[in-house]
């Protein structure tokens, strides 16, 4: 929407951005080893994706001073609250889990800003804490964010992962001796591994945890 609105002479096709964005930019995608402690300090998670995305748009087409103007708006845009939208059910399906007992957290792979954004959309009031990989230095499916989260809720004796990727969400919680929930699966190919159950909607979850 960028590359449309700053330089739609360019006519680049969302298809080719989104080819040269998938699997890269991102620190967890970006750095192998996936220790990002040393992104930690002055800005330095963000300055690391605007590298990348220099480089996303260049590999789309675009001439470098493009690129570089473009780049440093992308964090403005993702984190403007207006941009994002909820699934239908999911105040509904967070409020009976809540209801139920279950205390839940936010365990994501994600921007710094994550939690003040939750607050602004008024969703903290249905999650006991947020662990998010740019403010942790590691992101899932490393072991490091997942104990830290189960230290966070004070260690309780089952934990259950709930995520729409069968590796960085599934594989990576079972291996901490998480429960875990597919929901959502955006992997047709996926085979059902080291998944307790699979859920269709986050609605369908309310059959599984009583």
């Known amino acids: 929407k960028l590359a449309d609105e700053m330089f739609p002479q360019m006519n680049v096709s969302h298809t080719e951005i989104m080819k040269n964005l998938s699997g890269k930019c991102l620190p967890w995608w970006t750095y192998p080893d996936r220790d990002t ?4 300090e002055n800005d330095g998670w963000w300055k690391s994706c605007e590298d990348e995305f220099i480089n996303m748009y260049i590999a789309s087409g675009f001439e470098k001073h493009q690129a570089e103007k473009m780049a440093p708006l992308i964090r403005p845009y ?36 994550l939690t003040q954004m939750i607050s602004h959309m008024g969703l903290d009031k249905y999650f006991e804490g947020c662990v998010v990989s740019a403010r942790v230095g590691f992101a899932k499916p490393r072991k490091e964010i997942f104990e830290y989260a189960r230290n966070l809720a004070d260690n309780p004796q089952r934990c ?9 969400d599934i594989k990576g919680a079972k291996d901490c001796g998480f429960d875990t929930i597919l929901v959502n699966n955006r992997h047709p190919e996926y085979n059902g591994d080291y998944c307790d159950y699979i859920c269709k909607t986050l ?5 599984v945890l009583k």
């Open 160 to 168: 259950i992962m709930i995520g729409d990727n069968p590796i960085d």
């Open 37 to 40: 402690r040393h992104l930690m």
């Open 78 to 113: 993702v984190v403007d609250i207006t941009k994002h939208r909820l699934h239908d059910d999911a105040i509904t399906v967070l409020s009976s889990l809540k209801e139920r007992g279950y205390r839940n957290y936010i365990l994501s792979n994600n921007f710094p800003e």
């Open 203 to 207: 609605t369908d979850m309310l059959d």
